[in-house]
C-alpha cells in the first residue's frame, strides 16, 4: 500500500527561522493532509490540499503539493519553541464505497531551539 | 464541542495479561477509527466502523486485537493476551456521516507491555 515517507526524519532549528519538511507518497491520492503531534499529546490537524490543489497556506503554514512528483512539503515560517512536535503526512487510501483511511508517514521530529 | 476523548490516557501491564481501550468519538459521528504508533514507526491504520458495523479491519495485526463498537456509540479496542511488540501509542479518530477524508483525533492511550 501507498506510505507518506517524511524527509527529514529530525530536523533542529534556532526560534524564529523558517523549517521545511517534506513528504513523498507511491500511488495516486485525492489529498494529503498534515497532522502534529506534541509530546504525549494526541494528533492535531494542520492543513488538507487537495489533488488538484498546488499551494495552500493557513497562518504561518505553507504546504505545497506536487503531483507529478508525488511529493508534498510543509514550510512552518517564523519557528517559535511550541512548534516543537512531530509532523506526520497523511494520504488517503480508498477502500470501501469510497471510504477513506489514512495512511502515515514515519514523521519528522522538529525541534526549535530558544 | 467535546472532542475525540480516550481512556486511559496510560496504561501499564504485564505480558500475557488483558487491555481494554476505550474511545469516545464526537457526538454525532458515524465514522469511528482506530490507529497505533508502535516503538516510534509510523502510524497504522488497525480499523474503520460506521455506527456499530466494521467496515474495514484489514489493519487488525492478529487475533488477540478484538474492537467493539455495541449500540455505535464508544468502542473498546481489547488486547488479549498483551504481548511486548503491543507496546505504542493507540489513536481513535472519528468523522462525520458521509466524511472519511478529515478525520479527528483523540489523545491517544499509551499502552507500555512489560
Known amino acids: 500500500s501507498q506510505q507518506g515517507e517524511e524527509d527529514p526524519q529530525a530536523l533542529s532549528i534556532q526560534e524564529g527561522e523558517n523549517a521545511t519538511m517534506n513528504c513523498s507518497y507511491k500511488t495516486s491520492i485525492n489529498n494529503l493532509q498534515w497532522y502534529r503531534q506534541n509530546s504525549g499529546r494526541g494528533l492535531v490537524h494542520l492543513i488538507l490540499?487537495?489533488?488538484?490543489?498546488r499551494e495552500k497556506h493557513s497562518g504561518r503554514l505553507r504546504v505545497t503539493l506536487d503531483t507529478s512528483k508525488k511529493s508534498s512539503s510543509l514550510l512552518i515560517t517564523a519557528s517559535r519553541a511550541a512548534d516543537t512536535a512531530s509532523y506526520f503526512c497523511a494520504t488517503d487510501e480508498t477502500y470501501f464505497q469510497g471510504a477513506q483511511k489514512l495512511v502515515f508517514g514515519q514523521g519528522t521530529r522538529l525541534t526549535i531551539n530558544p | 464541542e467535546a472532542g475525540v476523548t480516550q481512556f486511559p490516557s496510560h496504561s501499564v501491564i504485564e505480558k500475557g495479561q488483558t487491555v481494554t481501550l476505550r474511545c469516545d468519538p464526537i457526538?454525532?459521528?458515524?465514522?469511528l477509527y482506530w490507529y497505533r504508533r508502535v516503538m516510534g514507526k509510523e502510524i497504522k491504520f488497525l480499523l474503520h466502523f460506521v455506527k456499530e458495523s466494521k467496515q474495514d479491519e484489514s489493519g487488525m495485526p492478529n487475533n488477540r486485537f478484538l474492537a467493539e463498537r455495541t449500540g455505535g456509540t464508544y468502542s473498546t479496542l481489547k488486547v488479549q493476551p498483551a504481548e511486548l511488540e503491543d507496546s505504542g501509542v493507540y489513536f481513535c479518530?472519528?468523522?462525520?456521516?458521509?466524511?472519511?477524508?478529515?478525520?479527528?483525533f483523540g489523545p491517544g492511550t499509551r499502552l507500555t507491555v512489560l
Open positions: 479518530a472519528s468523522s462525520p456521516p458521509g466524511v472519511t477524508d478529515t478525520q479527528y
Open positions: 490540499i487537495r489533488s488538484n490543489e
Open positions: 457526538s454525532g459521528h458515524d465514522n
